[in-house]
């Protein structure tokens, strides 16, 4: 994919957190700061549409192209609209854990599904295949990541940041040593994505993501470590090692 097109990516997704800041204030759409929050001011919440809508845009625009398969593409669409869509709601009017839960469970499975579920993976010099075992426990997996992403969101630059690394990372090591630039593509349209965000949300945060963007992102990045486990179980593993200080913390 021309590199213009993730510097376009990523000024869209500047200028709409603009927006989205903006609405924010109009529509007191504002995380207001709690015990156990870890900024003191009222902040607005819901830039994190801003890389929901570049990234989908994104992938629609690769399979115009014809860079990935569009089935592939289309799991990853759907799934990820529905947890931002129940995210917006959240956003504004609370919506209770059990219909979050229903729709982060049933995206899910769509992702899993898409991506081909968990490969037979080689540990300390043993096959372990879980067979069907292995979907449920993906399945559940990525709803784990996702609400932790939707639980580290309130740290000013945290989750954008490492969504940009990692994404980064990740894409350059699949396209140098794997040289599938389609699977690097996908990677890098979430860079851009959400480096346009970060630009609003390093410290002092003037956006937090909210449900709708936390939510999105996590099920994304699990996404495309699902992805990278199908090429080859080496990135599976890298993956986990750039994930790694984000979910031990």
Same mark, same amino acid.
């Given at each position: 994919?021309?590199?213009?097109?993730? &510097?376009?990516?990523?000024?869209?997704?500047?200028?709409?957190?603009?927006?989205?800041?903006?609405?924010?204030?109009?529509?007191?759409?504002? @995380?207001?700061?709690?015990?156990?929050?870890?900024?003191?001011?009222?902040?607005?919440?819901?830039?994190?549409?801003?890389?929901?809508?570049?990234?989908?845009?994104?992938?629609?625009?690769?399979?115009?192209?014809?860079?990935?398969?569009?089935?592939?593409?289309?799991?990853? #669409?759907?799934?990820?609209?529905?947890?931002?869509?129940? !995210?917006?709601?959240?956003?504004?009017?609370?919506?209770?854990?059990?219909?979050?839960?229903?729709?982060?469970?049933?995206?899910? #499975?769509?992702?899993?599904? !898409?991506?081909?579920?968990?490969p037979v993976? &080689?540990?300390?010099?043993?096959?372990? @295949?879980?067979?069907?075992? !292995?979907?449920?426990?993906?399945?559940?997996?990525?709803?784990?990541?996702?609400n932790l992403?939707?639980?580290?969101?309130?740290? @000013?630059?945290?989750?954008?940041?490492?969504?940009?690394?990692?994404?980064?990372?990740? !894409?350059?090591?699949?396209?140098?040593?794997?040289?599938?630039?389609?699977?690097?593509?996908?990677?890098?349209?979430?860079?851009?994505?959400?480096?346009?965000?970060?630009?609003?949300?390093?410290?002092?945060?003037? &956006?937090?993501?909210?449900?709708?963007?936390?939510?999105?992102?996590?099920l994304m990045?699990?996404?495309?470590?699902?992805?990278?486990?199908?090429? $080859?179980?080496?990135?599976?593993?890298?993956?986990?090692?750039?994930?790694?200080?984000?979910?031990? $913390?």
């Amino acid at each position: 994919m021309p590199a213009q097109i993730y &510097i376009l990516l990523l000024i869209i997704s500047f200028l709409l957190t603009a927006s989205l800041r903006y609405y924010a204030f109009q529509n007191d759409v504002i @995380d207001v700061p709690n015990d156990r929050s870890s900024h003191t001011t009222p902040t607005p919440r819901g830039g994190g549409l801003a890389i929901v809508i570049t990234f989908i845009s994104g992938l629609l625009f690769s399979t115009f192209l014809g860079t990935f398969e569009s089935k592939i593409l289309l799991f990853f #669409c759907v799934a990820g609209t529905l947890v931002a869509a129940i !995210g917006w709601i959240d956003d504004h009017q609370h919506v209770s854990a059990r219909w979050r839960l229903l729709v982060h469970f049933f995206a899910a #499975c769509l992702i899993v599904f !898409g991506s081909g579920g968990l490969p037979v993976l &080689i540990m300390f010099n043993y096959s372990v @295949d879980l067979g069907l075992l !292995g979907f449920p426990i993906a399945v559940i997996s990525l709803v784990w990541l996702l609400n932790l992403y939707n639980f580290m969101d309130g740290i @000013d630059g945290l989750a954008g940041s490492q969504a940009v690394v990692s994404t980064a990372v990740m !894409g350059l090591l699949t396209i140098v040593f794997f040289n599938q630039a389609d699977i690097a593509s996908i990677h890098w349209l979430m860079t851009a994505s959400a480096l346009g965000f970060l630009f609003w949300n390093i410290p002092p945060a003037k &956006i937090f993501m909210g449900d709708a963007g936390s939510g999105f992102l996590g099920l994304m990045l699990g996404g495309l470590l699902m992805l990278s486990a199908q090429l $080859d179980q080496l990135l599976f593993w890298a993956w986990l090692i750039m994930l790694g200080f984000f979910v031990v $913390d």
